[in-house]
């Protein structure tokens, strides 16, 4: 790559003293080049035509051809009747071939589109990603097969990067974040080997992920950060500066009319309560390394997503128990007990269920609310299964004096003891390693065999009605 930049490195220079390019400022910018990847950019016909005939002429001289055919041309900023008529007067041509016009094109694997409608790229990168995901079955991404904990990591190492591939430079709307936001969500759903119905909420928590369009905004601010490490010199930290200059002028004002990827960043900043460091960085006021520019990103968008994440916990009544127990985002203790003991798998996910509120409790066969078993009144069905059913007596019996060594007394269980058997950090941290895992473990047992038991009563009940 480094000797293919050497070889165009007259090129590149013929182009910008021709001066009809596109200038920034003082900065040309008239041909971004990585590799053999060029790109032409002017704001007249007349003039692209000139460079397009430089690059012809300068091709000739080396010895070296133009692919015609997998070169394109892009014209921004006219409506649908416009594009329309002009195209079929204008022409471009390298040399004797004609150049096609086209409405996208994928540039350095990021497609471009000439209406900023990214909708089919980002179909295009989650189906990729799905394909992906998919053929990670073959390694045992399946229930019964890798952990949660593995699968996350192969998900995060494989699937994310493909996803989001440029997404560094994307300017998003609604309607594709929540494209993404679905199969990453799903994605969730599937790793852990919970129902599609688990709760947006609580499925990204459990496994320590976050949002898409937080991983989206997280890489951009690192690449801000990448932009303003680079030389003065450089020619995008000079677009950078002479865009925030720009920018900062009319902030006090009229903002609307600037536009683009730089304002995008500024906004961003501002979002996260970083646009004044960014500014004294930008100025050339301080300097920030790599690694302290990634830990303050890192923390603020953890904050946030903590934040808004326990907002959307407040009202939903089926993840009460829940943001009682999951009080951060980090994998779930459940799934470190998991990759100890793998035996207690099947147990391991009723208690999910229960915690996430979708395990499927069986109804009354008159559908009233009075047991079948003890005929008592059912106010809160979980809480009744596991502490108050006395036709669940001799399951309590068998675990009394397993769990009580841990202080869970489930003969008067209440919602601290509810907290506990579902692995709330905050009890058993106080326990070693060892003592924490057998404890947990047998909570997963006794939940597990007492609302299996329960639900097997209820469905016999109903079979014979």
Not at 181 to 199: C, G, M, V, Y
Not at 299 to 311: A, P, T, Y
Not at 341 to 368: D, E, I
Request: hydrophobic letters at 35%; a positive charge.
């Amino acid at each position: 790559m480094f000797q293919y930049t050497l070889f165009i490195d007259g090129l590149i220079s013929e182009i910008e003293k021709s001066g009809c390019g596109v200038v920034f400022g003082n900065t040309s910018i008239s041909s971004p080049t990585v590799a053999d990847d060029m790109c032409l950019l002017s704001l007249w016909k007349p003039n692209l035509d000139i460079m397009l005939n430089i690059c012809y002429n300068y091709s000739v001289t080396w010895g070296f051809e133009y692919g015609a055919s997998k070169s394109a041309v892009m014209v921004f900023n006219e409506s649908k009747q416009e594009r329309k008529r002009n195209r079929e007067e204008r022409v471009f041509k390298i040399g004797s071939d004609r150049v096609k016009e086209v409405d996208s094109y994928c540039h350095l694997g990021v497609v471009i589109q000439i209406d900023n409608n990214n909708t089919e790229r980002v179909e295009k990168h989650i189906g990729k990603a799905r394909r992906e995901l998919n053929s990670m079955s073959a390694i045992g991404m399946y229930p019964g097969g890798l952990d949660p904990t593995v699968a996350s990591r192969l998900y995060w190492r494989v699937c994310i990067p493909t996803m989001l591939y440029g997404s560094e430079v994307w300017t998003s709307t609604n309607k594709e974040i929540d494209m993404l936001e679905l199969f990453h969500r799903d994605a969730a759903k599937r790793i852990q080997w919970l129902p599609k119905q688990t709760n947006n909420n609580a499925v990204l928590a459990t496994i320590g992920w976050r949002h898409a369009k937080m991983e989206i905004e997280r890489k951009q601010l690192l690449f801000f950060g990448s932009i303003c490490r680079l030389n003065e010199q450089c020619v995008y930290k000079q677009i950078l500066v002479y865009r925030y200059k720009t920018f900062k002028s009319n902030i006090d004002g009229n903002d609307n009319c600037f536009f683009g990827l730089v304002k995008q960043y500024l906004t961003l900043l501002r979002k996260y309560n970083l646009y004044e460091i960014a500014c004294d960085w930008i100025e050339g006021n301080i300097n920030i390394s790599k690694g302290r520019w990634k830990s303050i990103v890192s923390e603020k968008i953890h904050d946030r997503e903590f934040s808004e994440w326990r907002v959307s916990l407040v009202g939903s009544e089926r993840l009460c128990i829940f943001k009682t127990v999951v009080k951060a985002i980090r994998p779930c203790t459940w799934w470190k007990i998991l990759r100890i003991r793998p035996r207690v798998r099947k147990k391991v996910l009723t208690v999910m269920k229960v915690l996430c509120g979708v395990y499927v409790f069986s109804n009354s066969p008159n559908n009233t609310q009075d047991c079948v078993m003890c005929t008592r009144n059912i106010q809160r069905t979980l809480k009744h299964v596991l502490f108050e059913c006395t036709g669940m007596n001799y399951i309590r019996d068998k675990y009394v004096c397993e769990l009580g060594k841990y202080g869970i007394d489930i003969k008067h269980g209440d919602d601290d003891v509810l907290r506990a058997l579902l692995g709330d950090d905050e009890f058993w941290e106080v326990y070693d390693e060892i003592n924490r895992v057998d404890g947990l473990c047998a909570s997963a047992n006794f939940v597990d065999e007492v609302i299996v038991r329960w639900n097997e009563c209820y469905t016999s009940c109903n079979e014979h009605i």
